[in-house]
Nanobody, 116 residues
Framework: QVQLMESGGGLVQPGGSLRLSCKAS????????MGWYRQAPGKQRELVAG???????NYADSMKGRFTISRDNTKNTVYLQMNSLKPEDTAVYYC??????????WGQGTQVTVSS
């Protein structure tokens, strides 16, 4: 089993920044990728960004240039730096841990609200 603890959500004004953190614990030897997804009210969950064990990152097109995913292997933690936030970025952000056996673990989600 893998446990994911997210932090860093909150309320921010348009144009502002937030940094999300996700710490993995438990049976974390079998990771393939970690990443972030988000789900806005009435919409499907969508990929925000992911990062492999080797450090290769990928982003959804709408996040490129504004969001940066990174990882600290010593802390088993993945970060999502979000800059130039827009109201349409408002959503619940979920940490995802994807294993080499194609199994997914999810965090409980952290709310990000972008509003003036």
């Amino acid at each position: 089993q893998v446990q994911l603890m997210e932090s860093g959500g909150g309320l921010v004004q348009p144009g502002g920044s937030l940094r999300l953190s996700c710490k993995a614990s438990g049976s974390i030897w079998n990771m393939l990728t970690m990443g972030w997804y988000r789900q806005a009210p009435g919409k499907q969950r969508e990929l925000v960004a992911g990062i492999t064990t080797g450090g290769t990152a990928n982003y959804a097109d709408s996040m490129k240039g504004r969001f940066t995913i990174s990882r600290d292997n010593t802390k088993n933690t993945v970060y999502l730096q979000m800059n130039s936030l827009k109201p349409e970025d408002t959503a619940v952000y979920y940490c995802n841990y994807h294993t080499i056996y194609r199994r997914d673990y999810w965090g409980q989600g952290t709310q990000v609200t972008v509003s003036s």
